[in-house]
């Protein structure tokens, strides 16, 4: 019976093939779309986790949290380094990292960013370790930077302040486990290593600056009156220069951020349901062409002394087959795009897992192949009772 329902398959390509299709591309939009937003919303949330405040130049609240958390964007102000000694007398505050991002890049490609050594506490490495902040030119690489070019620890990698003919020359002495972040794709180095490609540029005065403080305090409460406590302060510089800071809690700002990639999400799954929706009408239409045409072959194969039962095996074992094969190229194909869409997503601060599946994309592939085989089971079970030699 299997034998003949693949011979009776490739008779019918074009119809299989445009069930295959359909099935695709429903099944594999819905899991896709399922899978990115997860992965976005596991991500963020997960990064946000690590500080309880951050402290940056006076601006947008959304600009602070992507840039310091998920290293977006190049930010434009700064505040002094010297700001952090008043930050560290304060009693509520267990542990506060620097973080200056500039316009330093690895092969015009990978972000360089200047950070306290602490930053490396919450993290794993894959070998190595975290650099020291009495050195300089002293890098830890993401594991995405280190994997595509070939880098070990003890090499030395050239890096430059923009598109400045000056560049340095820094010693990889760590190198990041894969997260699926953004950090897999940075280079890490001591701030005071930024300040001197800075310099370069002919910003000696500002050179000694930063574009963020990240704080964990002793306690929750602790972050919220110390955000409310340093929010919109003015600091003042060793040169008499006046800045304003403020101060959030990027826990809140991200679940801002997520509310509103929560509507995307409702969006997107919709679209996907009508386009299952969609599915289930072109396969069932094709279904019930297919028992049309293929009155004369079953009329054929009963004259023959086939069973209308065997007959129904026969064309359940054939859409079975489409189902499974149309759900495994689905996977396949969502795993496919994944892979495809993961360097232009980074810059949202998510590097996407083509490795990681959710429960629930099992639950909508086992779903669609249901679908795929329902309607024959309808139209071929119909059709025996209407036939009096069912037997």
């Given amino acids: 019976m299997f034998k003949f329902a693949l011979k009776n398959m490739a008779i019918k390509k074009v119809q299989i093939i445009l069930v295959v299709l359909s099935i695709i591309v429903s099944a594999g939009v819905a899991i896709l779309a399922y899978n990115v937003a997860s992965q976005i919303d596991d991500g963020i949330t997960n990064n946000a986790s690590y500080y309880s405040v951050i402290v940056g130049p006076a601006g947008s609240n959304t600009d602070l949290a992507m840039n310091s958390i998920y290293f977006t964007g190049n930010p434009m102000e700064t505040i002094p380094y010297s700001y952090i ?10 542990r506060v990292i620097p973080l200056s991002i500039g316009g330093g890049t690895y092969k015009n490609q990978y972000k360089v960013v200047g950070a306290g050594a602490d930053l490396f506490l919450t993290k794993k490495f894959e070998s190595g370790g975290a650099f020291n902040d009495n050195n300089d030119c002293e890098v830890v690489l993401g594991y995405a930077v280190a994997q595509r070019n070939k880098i070990k620890v003890g090499d030395e990698i050239q890096v430059g302040h923009g598109n400045d003919a000056h560049s340095n020359k820094l010693k990889v002495v760590g190198i990041l486990t894969q997260t699926y972040s953004t950090y897999d794709n940075i280079v890490f180095t001591q701030v005071k290593t930024l300040w001197h490609l800075h310099e370069h540029e002919g910003e000696e005065h500002h050179s000694h600056n930063v574009y963020a403080f990240l704080i964990s305090t002793k306690s929750l409460t602790g972050a919220s009156d110390l955000a409310k406590r340093l929010n919109n302060t003015v ?35 919709v679209l996907c349901a009508i386009i299952l929706a969609m599915n289930i009408l072109v396969i069932s239409i094709i279904t019930l062409l297919n028992m049309y045409n293929s009155k004369k072959e079953i009329s054929l194969m009963r004259l023959i ?6 007959i129904n095996l026969l064309y359940i074992i054939q859409n079975s087959i489409i189902g499974l094969v149309s759900t495994i190229l689905a996977f ?38 249901l679908i795929s085989v329902l309607p024959t089971i309808i139209c071929t079970y119909s059709m025996a009772r209407k036939d009096s030699l069912a037997e």
Avoid: W
């Fill in 305 to 310: 002394g086939i069973s209308m039962n065997r």
């Fill in 235 to 269: 600091i003042t510089d060793e040169h008499g220069e006046n800045y304003t800071i403020q101060a959030i809690e990027p826990t809140g700002i991200v679940r801002a951020v997520l509310d509103d990639l929560g509507d995307t999400k409702y969006i997107t799954l």
């Fill in 85 to 94: 000694d008043t930050l560290k007398q304060d009693n509520t505050i267990n």
């Fill in 332 to 369: 396949g194909a969502s795993r496919l795009c994944l892979f495809l869409m993961s360097d232009y997503v980074q810059d949202m601060g998510v590097v996407l897992n083509y490795g990681k599946i959710y429960a629930l994309e099992f639950v909508i592939l086992i779903g669609v192949f």
